[in-house]
């Protein structure tokens, strides 16, 4: 059983939609992070959420923290196919580990 | 900056090989960690350090040896290659707390034939 649950897995938008994408558990956290990872790289960290009810924006993305701290969305507005990639969303699980949903693969077609 | 740096990018080895995957860093950070990354089960940490001489097993750490003598290197050893092994290595590193940044190396790419 997967700790963080991510969805959709997949999904695949024309350039200009919007689209949210989720990571939940049930568990609380005290931060929760969002990653984008591109085809042959590492992932690179987009936010870090640490309040619950939190929302923080990036350009076009919208991020949130759940009340209960428990889960997050990622919401793009009018996507571009360079948003397209792997997200991913990781918590801390100890002082020194971090545990990463499975992510979402987003592609935006032109 | 050179950041994380991993090397070799692509490897494949026979079953039963040994070999070393390195990862180096120029940003002094104290932890350095491994995951590695299957499709569908996202990144699973492997091994990590929270400084040199400081090593400690994480989520999958059968077959895999690590070792931290400084800051800057923490190389993963594969001892006896499985084709369970195949996959899609990274090393990440980061200055401090759990809220920290984590900055990831570029992968290898490692097939077991």
């Known amino acids: 059983t997967q700790l963080l649950e991510q969805s959709p897995q997949f999904l695949s938008i024309q350039e200009g939609e919007n689209l949210t994408v989720y990571c939940n558990s049930s568990?609380?956290?005290?931060?929760l992070q969002w990653y984008r990872q591109e085809p042959g790289e590492g992932p690179v960290l987009l936010v870090t959420v640490v309040t619950g009810g939190e929302v923080k924006k990036l350009k076009r993305l919208t991020f949130q923290f759940g009340d209960a701290r428990k889960d997050s969305s990622l919401h793009i507005t009018a996507a571009q196919p360079g948003d397209t990639g792997l997200y991913l969303c990781a918590v801390p699980g100890g002082t020194y580990k971090y545990i990463f949903g499975t992510g979402t693969r987003l592609k935006v077609l032109a | 900056n050179a950041g994380v740096t991993q090397t070799p990018k692509f490897q494949v080895l026979k079953t039963g090989q040994s070999m070393t995957l390195q990862c180096a860093q120029d940003m002094n950070h104290e932890y350095m960690s491994w995951y590695r990354q299957d499709p569908g089960m996202g990144l699973r940490l492997i091994h990590y350090?929270?400084?040199?001489?400081?090593?400690d097993q994480g989520e999958v750490p059968n077959g895999y040896n690590v070792s931290r003598s400084t800051t800057e290197d923490f190389p993963l050893r594969l001892l006896s290659a499985a084709p369970s092994q195949t996959s899609v290595y990274f090393c990440?590193?980061?200055?401090?707390?759990?809220?920290?940044?984590?900055?990831f190396g570029p992968g290898t790419r490692l097939t077991v034939l």
């Open positions: 568990s609380v956290f005290s931060s």
């Open positions: 350090s929270v400084g040199a001489g400081i090593t």
């Open positions: 990440a590193t980061r200055y401090g707390g759990a809220s920290d940044t984590q900055y």
